[in-house]
Structure formats: structure tokens, C-alpha cells
């Protein structure tokens, strides 16, 4: 049916506010400054904008600890910047999206005041709260996910309050009705104000019973969702995403098969392949191309026609996925091509994260004292007391840590990057004068260039969207193959996820002519038994 949904042919580009356009120069990126970037995006030809949370915060979570749903944090801008961005995006054929955060909110939101002030407020129970064992101490011996325990106490009513993430978040209380109408009628006051849909953060966990695992999907999660379809979703065509650490193929089709309350779910198999069991992240493992490809191949081969997917390799969370996958040295632009590419290939919506398009790399962080993630200080304790050392800690940190993707975004090579005219929040990555859009957008084979390509292939190609997946070769160390078919179409895919050139034997499948609709090197117009690769080839060819 080419009649589907809008999100299907669309691509996302998702924007960290705080680090995409600072245009009042205080070094914080805001809405004007992003509405005076939406040509960018629109020459990019992406379809939405992911937009991370742009409410008043205290920003110790960089505004995933909101103070207050249905107001603009004041260094970003006001809520009629707010209402001028949804329409010169729409203007440009852009929705926007917006970062759902109900699992919790900031312990400086009027309800948590409240709650925390007496036992006896209405707002007491919008919250998990209590008793402590004797002796002092907590609940339970629950960890928080940034570290430490995930309770704190109250003196004011003698209670703990459970927050899984940092204290400065409290978890909110989704076994209470009054709650979720609070949630249902503030979701409700964004879509009037024309938004295209929601990403759900850790949407998994309002589904949680507060005596199981953290990253257990918590056995209310479907009455959760259920509920929010029947009294906000229902009838709307908005797009919703949700975010889950611990979804996996036993669940994704709850999720987001047909008729299910969410089109398409964030999940993370491919990314912790590269973390360690214990130490997680601040250990990091090697993640190769087999690896790689037989994690996504799972995950097609499982969606199948059945549900949709979320196609990412970089996030506001996660390392610049060159430095991850590709190579961050020569090889920046040819192997963040050939990884755009098979993200571009795959079956899904893709998410292009801020920077991306431009070949954005890591920075270094030389101390734990520039580092700016809560998270690794909340985690650092812990780890080294569980005999992690403090070099493999900022290892971590470094290869695999969140503050990677939030060094302010790279317009030109001048001193504040084209990001801000004052002093940025984040210093840029050193590479800012040579990496920048305006370099990028100059070179007919650059990365932007390369990018635009892609998601305009997605307009133009059914194939692309409503194509199954078939993969090839699935145990070649190096090259990732597969084919889209739907009826007589069929796009046949190579990628040399390697910096080495590679010699294979295809199968049938994979061979005849074709038109080269992605190619990286030159143009092949068509495939047979034997080929080699080179370094970092993509090539896919239309039958
Ligand atoms: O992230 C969910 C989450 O658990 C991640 O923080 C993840 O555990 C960690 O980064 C491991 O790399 C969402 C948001 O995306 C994140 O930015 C917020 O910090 C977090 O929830 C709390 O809202």
C-alpha cells in the first residue's frame, strides 16, 4: 500500500538543543538559533526533526529533568520561539517532534516540591515513595542507573523517593491515575500546538512494578500504553518512537506491530555489543562487522513486514558512530558513508543525529574534571570500588561516553564553530575548524552531499520502504549483503564496512546489472561472481 503512513518515507534528524544554535550568544544553543538553521535541514530533505527536551529544566540532565511540561527552558527561548519554529518547519514540509519524559521528572518541578513538603499534599503520591528499613537504611538496595542508590530520603515526610536515574529526577508514580491524566492532558496540549509526534523516553519503564529489575519491561507496560492510545493517540496520524534498553525481539512486536499503540521503537542490542556486562559502557568492547551486521540482520529478519523500525547508529547518548564502527582518521568520510549507507538501506525510518551528516568524529576528555555527563561522575564511584581503574574509567569515557555527541555542532571553521558568538557550554571538538557544514556542503562528494542522496532515495524508491530484507553471506567478516524486493523490484546492497579491500564471491542473488542507484566509488552497472570491493565500498544496485 504506497498509501502508508508519512513516517514510513520520512527521515528523522534529531536536534540536542543545547548544542545545535546558539543565536543570543550565551554559548547555549536555542530555538531561534535552530529555526535559523531549518534551511539546512530542508536541503537536507528530512522529514521530521527528533526534538531532545526543550521545557524549563534545571539542566543537571541537560533538560531530561523537566521542571515544568508546558513551559520553554528560558536560555533556549520562549513558547512563542517555540510556535514560530512549528511553522516555519511545516513551512518547510518538517514536523516536530518532541521528546516525551514521563518516567520522571526534575525534583524542581511544583509537584515534587509539593510532595516532598508533607505526606498530606496531593501531589504526595504522584511520586514512589517508601519507608526505609531500620538503621537508616533505603527500601531496597535498587542501584540508579547514573549510580548510587535510586532512593533518597525526606526528612519532611520521613520517606524515600525512588529516582532510577539521579536524584535530581524523581521517578513519577504511573500506578496513579491522577498522574497519568496530568500526562494524557499535557500530551494533549502539545499536539494542539501542531506537534507531528512523540519519543518516548524509557518508555519501558512506566510500566515498571517498583520491586522488579531496572531494566525489566515492567508488567503494567502495556495497560500503560494501552491507556494512552485509547485517550490521546487514537486517531491521530502522529509519529511516536519509543525509546527502551531493555525491549528485545521477545517484545519489540508488542510494541509496534499493527494496531500496537507505538510505530516504531529505539532499541539498543547493537549498541551494547560493545559494552562490557559489568562494567557497561566504561569498559568497552570491540564491536566488529560481523557483530555489527548480525545484529541488524537479526532485527530485520525478526520486524520482517510485522512492525516497523527505528534505524540509528548515533544519538545524543551514544559515541559518534565513525569513531564506533568506522575510522575516525582517514577513513572518516569514506567509512561514514559506507555506514550511512547501510542505514539508509536498511528497512525502517533512519535518524540522522546532529552532526552526522557533516562526519562529526569524538572528542577527548583529558581529566574527569572535563568531563560534563552526569552520568560518569554518578557511575565513577561505584566502578572503581568494583575494580575498575581509573584509565580504563576515562577509556570509557572517552570511547563510549555520552559527551561524544554533544560538543557544539559545526556550521563554519570560525572560532565558535558558526555555533555561537560567546563562549560555547561545551568546547568544540578540536577538529572544528577543518570539519564543518560549510566545508561539507562545498564538496560534491562529501558527507552532506552523500546524505541528501540517500534521503531523497527514499522518496523516490518504494522498494525502499515497503521492500522485505533478505541478507547475503552472513558469515563474511566484512562486507554486509542483502537485497529489498517488493514485487518485481529488487535493490541489491554491498558494503565494505572495512578499510581493507575485499574479494568475494557472490551469490546468484546478488548478480546481473543493474542501475547504480548508491555508489561511493565508481559507478558498477552490474555485479558478478567474482568482485572486489574497496575500502569502505557501498554499492546498490536497482533491478
Ligand atoms: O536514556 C535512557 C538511558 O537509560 C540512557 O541514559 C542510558 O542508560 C545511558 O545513556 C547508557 O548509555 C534516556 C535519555 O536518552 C537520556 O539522555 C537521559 O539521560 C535518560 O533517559 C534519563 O531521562
Partial sequence: ?????????????????????DSDGDGVGDIPGIISRLDHLADLGVGFIWLSPVYASPQRDNGYDISDYQAIHHEYGTLEDFDRLVTEARDRGIGIVMDLVVNHCSDEHAWFKAAAASRDAPEHDLFVWREGRPGGLPPTDKRAIFGGPAWTYVAAVDRWYLHLFSPGQPDLNWDNPDLRDRIWSMMEWWIDRGIAGFRMDVIDLIGKDVDRGLFDEGPHIWDRLGEMHDRVLKGRDLLTVGESWAVSRDTVLQYVADATPLAMMFHFDHVKLGWDPQFHKFRPREVTPLML???????????????????????HDLPRHISRYGDDGVGRV???????AMLHLLRGTPFVYQGEEIGMINTRAASLA???????????????????THAEFMEGVNLNGRDNARTPMQWDGGPGAGFTAGTPWMPLNPNSREVHVAADRADPDGLFAFYRHLIGLRRELPVLIHGGFQAYLEDHPAVFAFTRGWHERRLAVLINLTGEAQALELPDALCGSGRPVVHTHAARRGLQGRVTLEPWEAVALLR
Fill in 1 to 21: 500500500d504506497v498509501a502508508s503512513p508519512w513516517w514510513k518515507s520520512a527521515v528523522g534528524y534529531q536536534i540536542y538543543p543545547r548544542s545545535f544554535c
Fill in 293 to 315: 551486521k548480525r545484529e541488524i540482520t537479526a532485527w530485520q529478519t525478526h520486524l520482517r513486514e510485522y512492525g516497523w523500525d527505528a534505524l540509528f547508529l548515533s544519538n
Fill in 334 to 340: 569514506a567509512s561514514g558513508k559506507a555506514l550511512a
Fill in 370 to 388: 572535563d568531563v560534563e555527563d552526569l552520568e560518569a561522575h554518578g557511575q565513577y564511584e561505584g566502578f572503581m570500588a568494583n575494580g575498575l
